[in-house]
């Protein structure tokens, strides 16, 4: 296994990032078309599959693939476009709000194949490489704690405006000292919500560990159900956090973006013309080759 291990919920937000959020045109499709690496990267930092659970793996993993770039990808075209006339006379917020949706809704579906495709793999794994991936989610949640949890509040909001700069940067480049200490006052207004996942983590890592060490028959539905029914499971005071702070960021965002410099708005516009054309790329090479195979 590689030393360093990404985060479980980094592998499902895998094919996202690649698809429109890392700037450059020629590197979204470079990241794009090796997503399947990525992923069996990702995959190898929880478990370590014999050649034939390899190969069963990687046979499942271009199936999700083929119907990523044949379905998805143009859904993602559809509110990147959305975001560029939003850019016409101000961005609001329900206009905001309404291309965040379509992004959750693209990451929910996602997130449902991906949990298909592990549990299609979790079928033939051994007992050792079940305890192996259980054990890599408990160490994970150590180290948060002993990373996360022990920070100050005004390090937990420097931590923040850290975040919420890179990614303003992202869309507009370089901003300036004004943008800058927006996002640092606005951080300030977060609340504080890492002991709080920490906690739904480990009571959802609870429930999992149950059903995998027992693999009772039906247990593929237990997981889906855990799955699906884990934001009706979070605490009130963890849900008030998240909607919370999302109101916070959503709203500085907007600010950010509709205060933008002349500099700033021709940077996102090419950013944003970038993504659509490396899509219609990408959505062209993929007809072009299901037209030789046919």
């Given at each position: 296994m590689r030393e360093r291990r990404a985060s479980f919920s980094g592998l499902l937000a895998a094919l996202l990032v690649f698809a429109f959020v890392l700037a450059g045109c020629?590197?979204?499709?470079?990241?794009?078309n090796r997503a399947d690496t990525f992923v069996r990267w990702a995959i190898d930092d929880y478990v370590d599959l014999t050649s034939e659970q390899q190969k069963?793996?990687?046979a499942d993993l271009d199936g999700l693939l083929d119907w990523h770039r044949r379905d998805e990808l143009p859904l993602y075209r559809e509110f990147i476009v959305s975001s560029l006339d939003a850019l016409e006379g101000g961005v609001t917020i329900d206009e905001a709000v309404l291309i965040s949706e379509a992004i959750d809704e693209a990451a929910n579906r996602l997130q449902v194949k991906l949990v298909?495709?592990?549990?299609?793999?979790?079928?033939?794994?051994?007992?050792?490489?079940?305890?192996?991936?259980?054990?890599?989610?408990?160490?994970?949640?150590?180290e948060y704690a002993q990373?996360?949890?022990?920070r100050d509040?005004?390090?937990y909001a420097d931590d923040a405006a850290d975040s919420l700069q890179r990614l303003a940067k992202r869309l507009l480049g370089r901003l300036n000292d004004e943008q800058k200490a927006l996002i640092q006052s606005r951080s300030t207004e977060l609340m504080r919500i890492d002991r709080l996942w920490h906690e739904d983590r480990s009571v959802w890592g609870a429930?999992?560990?149950?059903?995998?060490?027992s693999r009772l028959p039906g247990w593929q539905t237990e997981i889906r159900a855990l799955?699906?029914?884990?934001?009706?499971?979070?605490?009130?005071?963890?849900?008030?956090?998240?909607?919370?702070?999302g109101d916070i960021i959503l709203g500085l965002l907007v600010e950010v973006i509709n205060?933008?410099?002349?500099?700033?708005?021709?940077?996102?516009?090419?950013?944003?013309?970038?993504?659509?054309?490396?899509?219609?790329?990408?959505?062209?090479a993929n007809a072009a080759e299901a037209l030789v195979v046919q």
């Open positions: 020629s590197a979204n499709r470079f990241l794009y069963q793996f990687d298909d495709l592990l549990l299609e793999s979790a079928e033939g794994l051994t007992d050792i490489q079940i305890q192996d991936f259980l054990n890599e989610l408990d160490r994970q949640q150590e990373e996360r949890l022990v509040d005004i390090t429930k999992l560990r149950t059903i995998l060490e799955g699906d029914t884990r934001s009706e499971a979070r605490t009130p005071a963890y849900v008030a956090g998240i909607e919370h702070n205060g933008r410099t002349e500099r700033q708005d021709k940077r996102m516009r090419r950013f944003l013309d970038d993504l659509i054309a490396d899509i219609d790329a990408l959505t062209a």
